[in-house]
């Protein structure tokens, strides 16, 4: 079956630092992989999705980028956090037709 | 553009109450539609879906039927668990290629012995 990893689970940074946050999958090979924000007491956002390696598509213009070194790796990065990065981070990916399955996310605060 | 818009909570039940959160959305075209649950801490879970109208999902007790005619898919369940509190997810996906889930805002649903 496929499991998603993420880490870290909780990550406190301050404002300015770089971040990166890794998701690996398994159990799955070529997937659709994709990476969603939920910022405190609201929905989720789409952030970045992948198809293939070295294929990123952005959503929204934000301080974030993405990476796809892997197959089964998904990276989010960020060269310079701002406050209003704080949130949690779902990395999730495409199963059987349209269903997509999330990780168990990384929950961001940055001071 | 595709929006899916729930009721808003916090929706608080006592134990063994009937529980429905409305979520309606719009779309072009014909969309699946899906419910997730993420319980305190943890991601999403898939907890059900309908991939066309009048299809009903069903999992753990929770029921929701595709309407296209009022473009609604309310989940419901008729006796519920403190087990049960968690933030609840509607959500949508349009084609067969499509990329993009559309959520709605969540519904935080807290559920008292």
């Known amino acids: 079956s496929q499991t998603i990893h993420q880490w870290p689970a909780t990550l406190v940074q301050p404002v300015g630092s770089p971040l990166s946050l890794e998701c690996t999958v398994e159990g799955t090979s070529n997937p659709n992989l994709y990476w969603y924000r939920q910022a405190a007491g609201r929905g989720l956002q789409l952030l970045f999705y992948?198809?293939?390696?070295?294929?990123i598509s952005s959503e929204v213009p934000q301080n974030l980028s993405a990476s796809r070194p892997q197959d089964r790796q998904f990276i989010l990065s960020s060269k310079k956090l701002l406050l209003s990065d704080s949130g949690f981070y779902l990395c999730a990916l495409r199963g059987g037709g349209e269903t997509q399955y999330f990780g168990p996310g990384t929950r961001l605060l940055v001071l | 553009g595709n929006s899916v818009t729930q009721m808003e909570g916090p929706v608080t039940l006592s134990e063994e109450a009937f529980l429905t959160i409305n979520c309606t959305y719009t779309?072009?075209?014909?969309?699946?539609l899906f419910w997730y649950v993420q319980y305190p801490g943890e991601g999403l879970q898939l907890l059900l879906k309908?991939?066309?109208?009048?299809d009903k999902g069903s999992n753990k007790g929770f029921e929701a039927t595709y309407r296209k005619e009022t473009t609604s898919f309310h989940l419901e369940k008729g006796s519920v668990q403190v087990s049960d509190s968690a933030v609840y997810f509607c959500a949508l996906i349009l084609g067969a290629a499509g990329n993009k889930l559309t959520f709605g805002g969540g519904t935080r649903v807290l559920v008292k012995p």
């Open positions: 992948s198809v293939g390696i070295g294929q």
């Open positions: 309908a991939t066309k109208a009048d």
């Open positions: 779309a072009t075209g014909y969309p699946s």
